[in-house]
């Protein structure tokens, strides 16, 4: 989970051209299993951005949940166990409401990182302007067209943290202590 941290994400949209490629390691073994019989284009297109970015951001997400969830009280598993829930609805009313501000802090940075990802579209995805990034570097570096760009990541910006802003506000009753205090009432 971590090793995307440890590599350059410059390198590892590199690597990914190597794995998706139309001589890649995917495709090489679609056609030596016999599924295809040429080579499935899969580099350039949003399927590659897609698939680079979800290595890159993946364990932003993973540690996330994974620090919410070593934050619940096992008392109130075992309370809920004790109670006559079986694995099921203990998951499902206990520990998914506990680990609920995990998932939304995992799917705010996502959400972040994602949004204003530049390499990762440049390299996997179609030549020219794809993603709104790539659209923003060629107005700077490729037409000099500094008043647009500029705009353009200014937009970005204010999309951007709008999206966070309603995103939080929205679903900060979700978690915390609400959840907590609700469980607490819930187990008196």
């Known amino acids: 989970v971590l090793s995307p941290l440890l590599v350059s994400i410059v390198v590892s949209s590199y690597g990914w051209?190597?794995?998706?490629?139309?001589?890649?390691?995917?495709?090489?073994?679609?056609?030596?299993?016999?599924?295809?019989?040429?080579?499935?284009?899969?580099?350039?297109?949003?399927?590659?951005?897609?698939?680079?970015?979800?290595?890159?951001?993946?364990?932003?997400?993973?540690?996330?949940?994974?620090?919410?969830?070593?934050?619940?009280?096992?008392?109130?598993?075992?309370?809920?166990?004790?109670?006559?829930?079986?694995?099921?609805?203990?998951?499902?009313?206990?520990?998914?409401?506990?680990?609920?501000?995990?998932?939304?802090?995992?799917?705010?940075?996502?959400?972040?990182?994602?949004?204003?990802a530049y390499v990762t579209p440049a390299v996997l995805g179609a030549s020219g302007p794809n993603f709104i990034t790539t659209l923003i570097f060629q107005q700077f570096t490729s037409l000099f067209n500094w008043p647009l760009g500029a705009a353009i990541a200014a937009m970005l910006l204010v999309v951007a943290l709008g999206i966070v802003f309603l995103y939080v506000r929205l679903f900060s009753r979700y978690g915390g202590p609400a959840v907590h205090a609700q469980l607490a009432d819930a187990a008196k």
């Open 17 to 116: 051209l190597v794995i998706l490629g139309n001589t890649g390691v995917i495709n090489n073994a679609l056609i030596w299993l016999g599924i295809v019989e040429t080579p499935v284009k899969i580099m350039f297109t949003d399927i590659a951005i897609v698939i680079g970015l979800s290595h890159i951001v993946l364990p932003f997400m993973v540690l996330s949940i994974l620090a919410a969830l070593e934050r619940i009280d096992l008392a109130y598993l075992e309370a809920a166990k004790t109670l006559g829930a079986n694995d099921l609805w203990t998951a499902w009313f206990v520990t998914l409401p506990l680990a609920l501000p995990g998932f939304l802090a995992g799917t705010t940075i996502v959400f972040s990182l994602a949004v204003s």
